[in-house]
């Protein structure tokens, strides 16, 4: 699937592949999908989570096939569908859809923010909805349909405690962006379990300028940032975009920043990189983030 959306930094746009199931209309970032195909038939795994259909191999490469009808609770039918192939955290998952609609180009401000109504800090499947005419399109949260299937495909949690006793690092600031409640829960936890407790969390890229800005204009933005950690899917404005905002501005350019998220691809790192990351990572690797962060606030600000 070839799209142009990849070879653009920083525009706060994304591509959207909407598709269906059951006449209900779903949205996934087109940056994670690697191809789509027509059903194929698959192989049962014993024991498998209910969601789980099985396994195939094209091309030599295993994928598992998740039925969204199933994660999503809804009724299943006789219709064959397509399996949409993604990679995201490291994992090649095939997802079994109805039908594909088509590829739409929206701006990360369009997107709309589902409230807690329908999108339960725990438990939410939604990241976002994108009014289109007369429909709505939901976003859907794979990294948390994946990870309520199998939780060891999340955050690494227990590399925290691989990195043994750590001296206090309350003194070092660090602002996050990350939309996901789960996500942003876990993150925050980790890094105050190895020393971190001096967190600024925002929900999403606009949140984290808006207090960058806010900061900068009080005097003491490298006294209350000392590092920033985002992630690149967000509402508003999207980590690609905050990190153009932050690497182009002569002060704030200063400030080590971290992109931390499932879509650190090649191609996506190498767009983090042509704006100036100081560094990438993907989402399973906490352990690592620690020791990034760790490593660029010792080298920038120390």
């Known amino acids: 699937m070839e799209t142009n959306i990849l070879l653009e930094n920083g525009t706060n746009e994304l591509e959207v592949l909407e598709f269906t199931l059951n006449d209900n209309h779903y949205g996934i970032n087109v940056a994670k999908i690697r191809e789509i195909l027509s059903y194929q038939p698959v192989t049962p795994v014993p024991n498998a989570h209910e969601s789980v259909e099985g396994i195939f191999m094209p091309r030599d490469t295993m994928i598992t096939v998740i039925s969204l009808k199933k994660s999503l609770g809804l009724p299943e039918t006789d219709e064959q569908g ?6 995201f955290n490291k994992l090649n998952i095939a997802f079994h859809v109805d039908t594909v609609v088509g590829i739409h180009r929206v701006s990360w401000a369009e997107i709309i923010k589902p409230d807690s109504t329908i999108n339960a800090t725990e438990s939410g499947v939604s990241t976002g909805v994108i009014k289109m005419d007369d429909k709505l399109v939901v976003i859907l949260d794979f990294e948390k349909i994946v990870t309520d299937i199998s939780p060891e495909t999340g955050l690494k949690v227990s590399d925290i ?3 043994g006793e750590r001296r206090n690092r309350s003194d070092s600031p660090i602002l996050i962006a990350e939309d996901s409640h789960l ?3 876990l993150i925050t936890d980790s890094l105050k379990k190895a020393g971190y407790t001096n967190l600024i969390v925002t929900m999403d890229g606009q949140e984290a300028w808006d207090k960058l800005q806010e900061y900068q204009k009080e005097g003491d933005v490298f006294d209350r940032v000392h590092c920033i ?3 690149i899917e967000m509402p ?3 980590g690609h975009r905050l990190t153009k905002l932050v690497k182009s501005d002569e002060d704030l350019q200063k400030i080590p920043l971290i992109i931390f998220s499932s879509l650190v691809n090649e191609e996506m790192r ?3 990189e042509a704006l100036g990351a100081d560094a990438q990572l993907t989402k399973p690797e906490i352990g690592k983030l620690v020791s990034a962060i760790d490593d660029l606030i010792d080298k920038h600000v120390k």
């Open 161 to 163: 405690d691989e990195l």
């Open 229 to 231: 950690i985002t992630d």
């Open 236 to 238: 508003r404005m999207d």
């Open 183 to 185: 996500l942003s829960k």
């Open 82 to 87: 397509l399996f949409i192939i993604t990679n």
């Open 270 to 272: 190498r767009k983090g």
